[in-house]
């Protein structure tokens, strides 16, 4: 039985407890705002402006991860959030009813600037938590509980907010962030210094001859800002590793928004010829054969870890194909089965890509690489929608989905020819 590390159940349970409060926090805030003007634009400018700060903080991010410790960043993002939430809680009382949709944007922005830098924090102090034999385990484990969150999260959420009000929910939020921040006070980074006090927050991971994939180093020297600000990016283009991999991630965000639920809704009207009720079994299927692939990898990761490459293409085409047999399909019981069945291979390729990029470069380097990566992926993710959009607009939605399909043989294309790479 594999064993880890003390630091890495508190990592893991301060973002699952973060993870869930930010669904959460999400559909309260969006449903209070909806209530309160009536209007869709407005609603929607709620997971607008969370993007937005996210990519701005994602961009600024390698200067905090230069200077402190990672889990002093997670620590910080938290107990911000946690301040924010309070004041968007007392603004949002019976007490003072605020109902300024701008404070309620200005204060969403706060927060999700300081969630921005959490994602690449987290997925860099996994491989320093856990041993090299462990870690596609460890990518399961934290990927299926994602998934999990993702799952019952949107679910319960809406529930919580119908029964008790978005108010009592926000308050609720404010304590769980509370709790993770001080969970993550307890992890200690391996790679750091053992802190002297709870103030030691400046990292002593050397920046010198920091090494990367291909074998480059440099030398010892004061970083600027911006040689700071591009490290990960250039990271990202030099290492022949990471470049593939993230051209592969690019394509796979490309048309991994056609799971959107917007898009599912109007191919269960349009083709399926079914009501919203079966629009919410799907998005059920698709999240629990997420959840049954994350239980899947983790059981048989010693398999997959032997043959990692193959594991990821296998899960590329097998995830393509069965987007293809969705566009085709015309019977609503069998788009269940198919989703159902597209989780196991996008677990699967997810995983796999996500444990050869944490190889690919040294663990120092790690965090600004996740940081550069969750900025442009964040991007994509905006862009690709309104792509897809137009897509289902002037071509049908059949057509988006099998463009989905081909998006997702290109990627395995690219894989393959860069296979040497990969492999290394």
Known sequence: MVKFRPSFYYLWGSQTLSNTVDVLYLVALTTYVLNQTGSIIFATLVPFFRVVAQM????????LIHRYRLSFLLTLAQSGQFILFIALALYLSPWFGGVNTVVIYALIAGLSFLDGWT??????????LVDDSSLMKANGIIGTTDQIVQFAGWAISG????????????????????IAAAVTVLIEDPTEAKRRNLFDVHTTVTKAKET???GASSDEKALSRWEVLKEGWVALWRVPRLRALTMMDICDALGGMVWVGAFILVFVQDVLHQDEKWWGYINASYFAGAVIGGFIVVALVKKFEKRMFLSMIVGTLGYGLLTACFALNHSAWMALVIVLFTGPFTELAGVTRRTLIQR??????????????????????GLSLLLLSGIA????????????????????VIGFVNRKAIQL
């Open 56 to 63: 701005l903080s994602g961009l600024l991010a390698p200067l």
């Open 119 to 128: 994602s690449p924090a987290r997925n860099a102090l996994i491989p320093r």
């Open 159 to 178: 529930v919580l907010v119908a029964a008790m009000g978005s108010y009592p929910v926000l308050v609720v939020v404010a304590v769980c962030y509370c």
């Open 212 to 214: 990367m994939g291909d």
């Open 360 to 381: 690919s470069v040294n663990k120092e380097m790690l965090p600004k690489v996740f940081s550069a990566q969750s900025t442009l992926l964040s991007t994509l993710y």
């Open 393 to 412: 607009e002037w071509f049908g939605i059949v057509n988006m989905y099998l463009l989905a399909a081909l998006l997702s043989l290109i990627t395995a």
